[in-house]
């Protein structure tokens, strides 16, 4: 792939970027979200056409404009969320929609012995005649991989395959992948496990804000090397924080201890004081956002123990973690938080409703009021609080966003990336704003892939990595290179230090 250009309305999403593979090898391709690796294999497969640059296969160039046209040269994908039918069989699966035929109909004995032939082959102990959802997600992975190898591929592109699998599974995925390797296969991995990444790849190519940054062998780049690279010599800048925050003696908002959420979170503990500002840091898949959406309420399925105020609670719900004085900013502002065909008035008020209304009506006057009062203290820029939320720029949807959820009145506010997709100016004012909040006595729970975001504005630090506790730092003690060395280090940090 050479200087490929791809434009999205408002964005250039891949800026001139290279890209080659060899037969038999593992080629990584790493970035921060956002850095153009998702875009880069749609191309490659398909999904979206390039706007310029050129495709290379075999010698020859191809242009795709549609996803058939990769698979026929044996181009396959195994995407991180599993596209199979649970209630087929596990050779069903396999070959979806090339069932071998005879007069009669299907052929299912050749069907089940052909795909039992490829199992065997990747030393897999799986049945073919078996309903896929007899097998744990693990297997199911397997299973799509012997998909992809059962087209003739000559590429599979590996996004994110170890997501959900333990050691050991990821053990078993390793070994397929070496027999691949030995048939002449390609192999495009794509994870944010930097030990796997080392493990596995022959050579590893950085995008950053979809623009090409290099291809490095394993050997020649350290992991705080690569780290550096994929967050960028712009964003690695010294930060200063001037908050003058003394928690000694502060109680303690929220209390996470030992919790596990499968696959993504194993153990962690984390705590915020009132009015602190605390900060979650690690690599994207380090498990920061389950964390936030295990407080909240969003993994009813996750274990461990969390304090308010001191308080054991059971939080399943999200309406539990309302009813406890917790408030989430999402990550995903445009599909969980804003409605973007409300009006600001309508997305301020409709997580205060219980203020707001009574015997279930709402009561017009208190909900203007209570528009009127976040319009002016975050200095929301609007004609009017009747216009609706899609008109205003991302910084000030955001803004409605903080307003929504301070409007609830929370003691601990959780902010997962909150200054993604605004500009320079926008992001200052929300930075300030979240200094404010916690200015009142509100604890913050930040979340950000922007290392000098969390160094101008936390008091405390905890760093994670793969779902794990990797090192806490106290301001005096927090620095972008500090941050980084611990995202990379292996040693997981000691219950003493944390609390």
Same mark, same amino acid.
């Given at each position: ?48 056409? #390039? ?99 059962? !087209? ?142 295990? !407080? ?105 966003? !903080? ?31 979240? #200094? ?48 980084? #060395? ?14």
């Amino acid at each position: 792939m050479k200087s490929i250009d791809k434009i999205f309305p408002g964005v250039k999403a891949l800026k001139g970027v290279n890209f080659n593979l060899k037969s038999g090898e593992v080629h990584t391709l790493m970035g921060e979200n956002g850095a153009g690796k998702s875009t880069l294999i749609k191309i490659l497969t398909g999904v979206y056409e #390039k706007d310029g640059g050129q495709i290379i296969f075999d010698g020859r160039e191809v242009h795709f404009t549609n996803t058939l046209d990769p698979q026929k040269l044996g181009i396959s994908t195994v995407y991180q969320e599993l596209n199979m039918i649970p209630y087929l069989t596990v050779g069903e699966n396999i070959y979806l929609g090339r069932y071998p035929k005879t007069r009669k109909g299907i052929d299912w004995k050749t069907l089940h012995e052909n795909a039992q032939r490829e199992l065997d082959d990747m030393g897999l102990s799986i049945s073919s005649r078996e309903r896929l959802n007899h097998y744990g997600t693990a297997a199911q992975q397997m299973v799509s991989i012997v998909r992809a190898i059962s !087209l003739h591929c000559r590429i599979v592109v590996l996004d994110e395959p170890t997501s959900s699998l333990d050691t050991k599974e990821v053990e078993t995925l390793f070994g397929i992948i070496a027999k691949l390797k030995a048939k002449k296969i390609g192999i495009i991995f794509i994870s944010h496990r930097l030990d796997e990444v080392y493990a596995i790849s022959d050579r590893i190519t950085v995008l950053k804000d979809g623009s090409y940054e290099g291809t490095y062998k394993p050997a020649e780049l350290t992991q705080y090397e690569l780290v550096r690279k994929m967050v960028g010599k712009e964003i690695i800048q010294e930060g200063i924080n001037t908050r003058n925050y003394d928690g000694s003696n502060k109680e303690y908002v929220v209390e996470m201890e030992d919790i596990f959420y499968y696959p993504k979170v194993n153990g962690v503990s984390v705590a915020v004081k009132e009015g602190e500002i605390v900060g979650l840091a690690g690599l994207l898949g380090s498990g920061r956002t389950e964390v936030a959406q295990v !407080l909240f309420g969003y993994a009813g399925n996750a274990s461990g123990t969390i304090k308010v105020k001191g308080n054991k609670v059971k939080i399943k719900a999200p309406t539990d973690a309302l009813k406890n004085g917790l408030a989430f900013v999402t990550e995903n502002r445009r599909e969980e938080g804003v409605i973007p065909n409300m009006t600001i008035r309508e997305n301020i008020s409709i997580s205060g409703m219980p203020q707001i209304s009574r015997w279930g009506f709402i009561q017009r006057k208190k909900q203007v009021a209570l528009a009127e009062k976040y319009i002016q203290r975050l200095e929301i820029k609007t004609p009017t609080m009747e216009q609706k939320l899609k008109n205003l720029s991302g910084g000030n949807q955001q803004k409605v966003l !903080l307003a929504r959820w301070l409007a609830t009145e929370p003691d601990l506010i959780i902010l997962d990336e909150p200054t993604r997709g605004i500009d320079v100016g926008a992001k200052k004012e929300v930075e300030e704003l979240i #200094k404010e909040i916690a200015g009142q006595g509100i604890g913050v729970l930040l979340i950000s892939s922007e290392i000098t975001e969390l160094v101008r504005n936390c008091d405390r630090i905890f760093v994670l990595r793969e779902g794990k506790n990797q090192g806490v730092l106290l301001k005096e003690d927090i620095s972008e290179e500090r941050i980084m #060395k611990q995202i990379v280090e292996h040693d997981p940090v000691s219950r003493e230090v944390l609390t």
